[in-house]
C-alpha cells in the first residue's frame, strides 16, 4: 500500500510568489491534513479537510488555503510569500480523524522563500 | 490554550543507557496522547500512543504511560540502539486531527 505522497520534494521561491502544494493519501484515507515545521516555531497545526470539506483550521494568516478533490487528493496554496513562510510542510492523512486515530505522515515540501 | 511541553535536547546516550524523555501536556478536554519520531529526511512515524488515562502505549521497547493526575505522558526504553537516534515529538489529538505537538526532543545515540 503506498504512503502519503508529497510533491514536490523540494521548491525554492521568492518573496510576493504564490505556491501550491500537492498531497496525495494513503487510499481510501479521506482525512487530509495540513502542518507547517520550522526550526522556531515546531510543528503547527495548518488545516484539515475531510470529503472536500474544510473541518478544522489552525492560527494561520489567510494567505493560508487548501482544498481537497473528490478523490481525497489535497492541495495546499500560499500566497504573498513571505520569509518566514520558509518551512517543511508536511502532509498527514487518515480514515476518519478521529481522536484516537494514528496520522500517516509524508515526507514533506522543503519551501525555501528567498 | 492546549498545549505540549517536552524536556529540551539535544540528549546524548551511549548504545544500552535507559532513556527518558520527559513531556507534560495542558488540555482543557481529554485528549489523546501521541509520541511520533522523525528521522532524517522523513516524516513523522507514530511510535506509540495512549487514549485515555492509565492508558500505556508501548512499541520497539518504548512505553509511556498517560497519567492524567500529573498530566504527564513520558517516553522510556530501558535499553536505546544507535538506530534510536531520531527526534522524537509529544503531542495530544482531538478529532479532526487538530493536533499540538511539543517541540521536539533530539535523541543521539552514540556506540
Known amino acids: 500500500k503506498a504512503g502519503v505522497t508529497q510533491t514536490p520534494r523540494y521548491l525554492i521561491k521568492t518573496r510576493g510568489q504564490q505556491v501550491t502544494l500537492s498531497c496525495s493519501p494513503i487510499?481510501?484515507?479521506?482525512?487530509v491534513s495540513w502542518y507547517q515545521q520550522t526550526p522556531g516555531q515546531g510543528l503547527q497545526f495548518l488545516f484539515e479537510?475531510?470529503?472536500?470539506?474544510?473541518?478544522n483550521k489552525g492560527n494561520f494568516p489567510g494567505r493560508f488555503s487548501g482544498r481537497q478533490f473528490s478523490n481525497s487528493r489535497s492541495e495546499m496554496n500560499v500566497s504573498t510569500l513571505e520569509l518566514g513562510d520558509s518551512a517543511l510542510y508536511l502532509c498527514?492523512?487518515?480514515?476518519?480523524?478521529?481522536?484516537?486515530?494514528?496520522?500517516?505522515f509524508g515526507s514533506g515540501t522543503q519551501l525555501s522563500v528567498l | 490554550g492546549d498545549s505540549v511541553t517536552q524536556m529540551e535536547g539535544p540528549v546524548t546516550l551511549s548504545e544500552e543507557a535507559f532513556l527518558t524523555i520527559n513531556c507534560t501536556y495542558t488540555?482543557?478536554?481529554?485528549?489523546?496522547l501521541f509520541w511520533y519520531v522523525q528521522y532524517p529526511g522523513e516524516g513523522l512515524q507514530l511510535l506509540l500512543k495512549?487514549?485515555?488515562?492509565?492508558d500505556k502505549g508501548s512499541n520497539k521497547g518504548f512505553e509511556a504511560t498517560y497519567r492524567k493526575e500529573t498530566t504527564s505522558f513520558h517516553l522510556e526504553k530501558g535499553s536505546v540502539q544507535v538506530s534510536d537516534s531520531a527526534v522524537y515529538f509529544c503531542?495530544?489529538?482531538?478529532?479532526?486531527?487538530?493536533?499540538?505537538f511539543g517541540a521536539g526532543t533530539r535523541l543521539t545515540v552514540k556506540p
Open positions: 498527514a492523512s487518515s480514515l476518519t480523524a478521529t481522536q484516537n486515530e494514528k496520522l500517516f
Open positions: 487510499s481510501g484515507h479521506r482525512s
Open positions: 479537510y475531510f470529503s472536500e470539506t474544510q473541518r
Open positions: 488540555a482543557t478536554g481529554y485528549p489523546s
Open positions: 495512549a487514549t485515555k488515562a492509565d
Open positions: 503531542a495530544l489529538k482531538y478529532n479532526n486531527n487538530d493536533m499540538r
